[in-house]
């Protein structure tokens, strides 16, 4: 077996793309970065562009697939950008290739990257996106990292978003206020830190609370049944008199009598 088929077998291929977000660009761009590196990893970055295409199409999946047999490949046509004397002198470019990797990649970019809704994802991010009932801290923040990458901000701005974002969203006031008070030293990286600090100090205090309360608390009906425990027995003192034998007679009968 050769270095190139064991490199294939065992390399990952990228799934299916799945436009799983509202942001077709965003999921475009990360299928993409997957198939290069599975190019590289079995050694197919050097193969022929129509092999490349081939193994493109096998893993991108059924809407892939339909986008490409969309695609129109323009034949042979006279260059308009080029400036000539006269058109009988115009140059022609040469008909498109519908195996040409590089060019089929920059149509499927052409084709996601004119539908890039930013408006729309910035304004979901900002005002629509919240933090679910019961979702853990920290698969809220990979949540907001994850849209934050959508809406394309500007690399030096992105940091600055996700803080804000989960400042704002913080629901309890004092952890909130204490991170206005670090101001402009608050990075993304402290308020993670203080907001987690501070989520598990309240879940353990709230574990603590439970437990107390189920060790103290005995339900009324099961009150006579704790362990070792034995109701009381009268002392002897304390036991009413044996009864006596009163011979048939009625009660007033035996007291004259007696």
Known sequence: MTQLSDAACFAKPPNNLVQTTGNPAHSWEKWKRRFQIYLQATG???????????????H?????????????????????TAIVADEASRPRLPAEDCKDYDLVICKFDEQFTRRDPQLMLREKFWLHLHREPGQSFDSWVNTVRERAGECKFPANFMEQAIRDKITFECREDSAKLKLYDMGGNLTVEKAIQVLSLREATSHELKESKTSTIDAVYVPRHQAGRRQGFRPSTPRHDERPPPKKDMGGKSFSAYVLAS
């Open 44 to 58: 197919a970055s050097s193969k022929p562009g129509e092999h490349k295409v081939g193994l493109l199409l096998n």
């Open 60 to 80: 991108i999946g059924d809407q892939g697939i339909d986008i490409y047999y969309n695609f129109t490949f323009l034949g042979d046509r006279p260059d308009t």
